[in-house]
């Protein structure tokens, strides 16, 4: 299966087409954003990859994000989401916090306190398990005020409530 495409295309239909991320497009386009797949279902492998990409997406400026696609991932959403929330602790540790920012995003994906079906969920699920690596540098030059992020949540949740069935369909229906 080709990964790269499936993630291309769901950045470009889905993250693009419906402006959940408002940053996103320009990256986009210019070819910032490095897709690596990593096909290890091993966690070891897994954790081995992502610290190869933290590494090479801190020393590369011609990157500004990397997802780390792990289709092969073994285990549930609650899994995924311990393994990525461990990612972040041992990027703390190593004292990295500040030059990378860590989000998963799984097709199961639900928030805490939102029931499973809730459509603001889909605004962290792509088609496969994936690890967003996101430089902070790039995050702070949009010098984003927390009411201003607080806002483009709240927008993503109405513009996903708001899709009539159909629409839902089209863009997540017949990727997950």
């Not at 990295?96 to 989000?103: A, E, H, L, Y």
């Not at 939102?114 to 889909?122: I, P, S």
């Not at 709240?154 to 899709?163: M, T, V």
Request: a negative charge.
């Amino acid at each position: 299966m080709n990964y790269k495409h499936i993630i291309n295309q769901w950045i470009e239909k889905t993250i693009i087409g419906l402006n959940l991320c408002p940053y996103a497009k320009s990256p986009f386009e210019t070819g910032k954003i490095k897709i690596n797949i990593c096909e290890s279902s091993d966690l070891e492998d897994t954790y081995e990859e992502f610290i190869h990409e933290v590494d090479s997406l801190i020393r590369l400026e011609q990157f500004e994000t990397t997802l780390l696609v792990c289709p092969n991932f073994e285990g549930e959403f609650s899994d995924f989401n311990n393994f990525t929330g461990a990612l972040n602790d041992n990027l703390e540790e190593a004292g990295f916090s500040s030059d990378i920012q860590v989000v998963g995003f799984h097709p199961d994906f639900c928030f805490e306190n939102l029931e499973e079906n809730d459509k603001a969920n889909f605004v962290n699920r792509s088609p496969v398990p994936l690890i967003h690596l996101l430089k902070v540098q790039s995050i702070t030059e949009l010098d984003l005020t927390p009411e201003e992020a607080t806002e483009i949540s709240l927008n993503n949740e109405k513009k996903l409530k708001a899709l009539s069935d159909s629409d839902f369909a089209d863009h997540f229906g017949n990727n997950f």
